[in-house]
């Protein structure tokens, strides 16, 4: 079946450090892949999507490559800020139209100033 | 542009009873996803609705229901309702057509459960 393993949280950073949170997935064919986001108190936001092999997706300094071959999407950000601090969730919608979103189990973030 | 507007933002229910939750998606988009977000469990699909049609189901019993109204908005039902149904229900929108799928889903701030 379809699923998604990031890695086990939390993640604890200090400002201006560098951040990957790992994201595997599996599914047959060509997943698109997400990466959201989760502020204390808040639903999802969408952060940035790829929907096909090596697409990159960025937004707010975040970036995740969609790699084929590994079959991953890690999500990074070169420096983070105190406000980066929330839940992060990959996530995938499988080909084929069913069109739900398949989530991994989410990592907390939390940066120190 | 509005986003995904949910209400109530908090429902307090105690065992047997029934809750209705609702949904007024991004305007234009014409699908609307539930999903449920409870302690331990991640976050599950429950319902997708388009144009009016039930499309897609997840693993929830019968007692979880809902329908899509002409103006796309949707309602969730859950009927005699379980301690373990406490949780965060998300509700997403998109614009779909038929050529053009898995487009992403933005979500509302959620309706926090809460079962007595």
């Known amino acids: 079946g379809n699923s998604v393993t990031q890695m086990e949280g939390p993640v604890t950073l200090s400002e201006e450090a560098f951040l990957t949170i790992n994201c595997t997935y599996t599914?047959?064919?060509?997943?698109?892949l997400f990466w959201y986001v989760q502020y204390p108190g808040e639903g999802l936001q969408l952060l940035l999507k790829?929907?096909?092999?090596?697409d990159k997706g960025s937004n707010k300094g975040f970036e995740a490559t969609y790699r084929k071959e590994t079959t991953s999407f890690h999500l990074e950000k070169g420096s983070v800020q105190v406000s980066d601090s929330a839940v992060y969730f990959c996530?995938?919608?499988?080909?084929?139209?069913?069109?739900?979103?398949?989530f991994g189990k989410g990592t907390k973030l939390t940066v120190n100033p | 542009e509005a986003g995904v507007t949910q209400s109530p933002t908090h429902l307090i229910k105690t065992r047997g009873q029934q809750a209705t939750l609702r949904c007024s998606p991004i305007s234009g988009h014409t699908s609307v996803y539930w999903y449920q977000q409870a302690l331990g469990l991640g976050l599950q699909f429950l319902l997708w609705?388009?144009?009016?049609?039930?499309?897609n189901r997840g693993n929830f019993p019968p007692r979880f229901s809902g329908r899509q109204f002409p103006n796309y908005s949707s309602e969730l039902n859950v009927n005699a309702l379980e301690l373990e149904d406490s949780a965060l229900y998300l509700c997403?929108?998109?614009?779909?057509?038929?050529?053009?799928?898995?487009?992403?889903?933005?979500f509302g701030d959620g309706t926090r459960l809460s079962i007595l």
């Open positions: 790829a929907t096909k092999a090596d």
């Open positions: 996530a995938l919608i499988p080909q084929g139209g069913s069109e739900k979103l398949v």
């Open positions: 599914a047959t064919g060509y997943p698109s």
């Open positions: 609705y388009d144009e009016g049609e039930e499309r």
């Open positions: 997403a929108s998109s614009s779909l057509t038929a050529s053009y799928s898995n487009q992403p889903q933005h």
